[in-house]
């Protein structure tokens, strides 16, 4: 089945530091979206980017579709970015997101 | 205003009990999807439905049933709960219209005692 990968697994940031988290999957994606997890457990849809490059914010996901990775870059960290980062692709049409593990971000001030 | 629900928030049950947990969403989507969640597992998929009448089963079934009875309703249901289905489970709405991004509920934290 599907696979999703994502690096690193953790990450500690100073407030005002970039960071760049990485996804890469298995099989061809549809529909890839981007969300974060709050540390109390709501899901937050941050940007849907099955190609190309998007923008919201302080986030940038790029996404190389025949590369099979997707690429989430955020600007300027600030403490309330702390929490769980995660990638989910879509391989057909209506079914299911399969997810990877996540990468857990901590912003230090 | 939250656009998926879910009830109840939490739940203890025993185990060989009937557990419903159910799941509304204002979005008019027609498709909706249950995920739970653990620790070392990430999100995994146990039934999804195209629309009102309709149940497919996702990549985790066993030991749940679905039931979309409108298209505003979904609801998981654990007919025998097991210790093993002690979870965090999240349900989800997308469709074509947003080229099937999916906007997920708070979760609903289950424990099977």
């Known amino acids: 089945g599907q696979q999703v990968q994502q690096s690193p697994a953790s990450l500690v940031l100073q407030e005002g530091e970039n960071a760049e988290l990485q996804c890469n999957f298995s099989?061809?994606?549809?529909?890839l979206q981007w969300f974060y997890q709050s540390p109390g457990g709501s899901l937050v849809s941050l940007l849907s980017?099955?190609?190309g490059t998007k923008h919201t914010g302080r986030l940038t996901s790029t996404t190389v579709t025949k590369e099979r990775r997707s690429s989430l870059h955020i600007s300027s960290s600030q403490t309330t970015d702390s929490g769980t980062y995660l990638c989910a692709i879509v391989g057909n049409y209506a079914q299911g997101l399969t997810f990877g593990l996540g990468t857990r971000v901590s912003v230090f001030p | 205003e939250a656009a998926v629900t879910q009830s109840p928030r939490n739940k203890v049950a025993v185990t060989g009990g009937k557990v419903t947990l159910s799941c509304n969403q204002t979005n008019n989507h027609n498709n909706m999807y249950w995920y739970r969640q653990d620790t070392g597992h990430g999100l995994r998929l146990i039934h999804y439905?195209?629309?009102?009448?309709?149940?497919e089963k996702g990549d985790i079934p066993d030991g749940y049933k679905a039931s979309r009875p409108s298209q505003e309703n979904f609801s998981l249901i654990l007919e025998l709960a097991t210790p093993s289905q002690t979870s965090v489970y999240f349900c989800a709405s997308g469709d074509s219209r947003n080229s099937y991004e999916q906007y997920f509920g708070p979760g609903t934290r289950l424990t099977v005692l």
């Open positions: 439905s195209y629309g009102a009448g309709s149940t």
């Open positions: 980017n099955p190609s």
């Open positions: 099989s061809t994606a549809t529909q």
